[in-house]
């Protein structure tokens, strides 16, 4: 049976291209690109886009913010973010709505899960923003929880690291890998 309905994980460092931070943007352009296709291929998609060029905590624990308010401004990254994506996407005729576990309303909708099903079922890319809303959760956790209860057939993960490990496989040689 062919899905119908996919949620793309996209890794945040994507938006770095060349640049040390921030966004570069010919990439986010190929990445609206590709996000296009998909939807043109006949699915309804829905997206979590992670924060990894503007910030993580992982990267800053030496700078003296606590884990939580480190992790709440992570979740308010994903917003830039998921906000360019939809920019990009819509000026090449796409229709997108972001939908974010954080409030801020004048960049994005609440994420309201019937809502989002909505969207979806009338043809709008859902850009999932904000992770969980949670301290401590990772933007793999909130999209395979945004998958869940979008009734997904199919979650991609196109990030850099080749599945999901208890810690960083890219620092930690002994990471080890849920299966």
């Not at 949620?7 to 010919?26: A, C, P, Q, R, V």
């Not at 004048?106 to 009338?122: D, G, T, V």
């Not at 999209?143 to 850099?160: H, M």
């Amino acid at each position: 049976m062919k899905p119908k309905r996919i949620l793309l994980k996209l890794s945040g460092e994507t938006l770095l291209g060349s640049h040390e931070s921030g966004i570069d943007f010919s990439i986010l352009g190929n990445l609206a690109d590709q996000v296009l296709a998909v939807k043109k291929a006949g699915y309804e998609v829905a997206v979590v886009l992670g924060a990894g060029n503007i910030w993580r905590f992982r990267d800053t624990k030496n700078s003296g913010i606590d884990r939580v308010s480190s992790d709440y401004m992570g979740m308010l990254a994903t917003i830039m973010n998921s906000v360019a994506l939809m920019s990009a996407i819509e000026h090449r005729g796409g229709v997108v709505r972001v939908c974010s576990a954080i409030d801020v309303p004048a960049m994005a909708e609440s994420y309201i899960n019937r809502r989002a099903n909505r969207h979806m079922e009338k043809g709008r890319i859902v850009i999932c923003a904000g992770g969980t809303g949670n301290p401590y959760f990772t933007t793999d956790s909130a999209s395979a929880l945004r998958a869940l209860e979008l009734e997904c057939d199919l979650l991609v993960k196109a990030t850099n690291v080749d599945g999901v490990f208890d810690s960083d496989p890219n620092k930690n040689k002994r990471a080890k890998l849920y299966k």
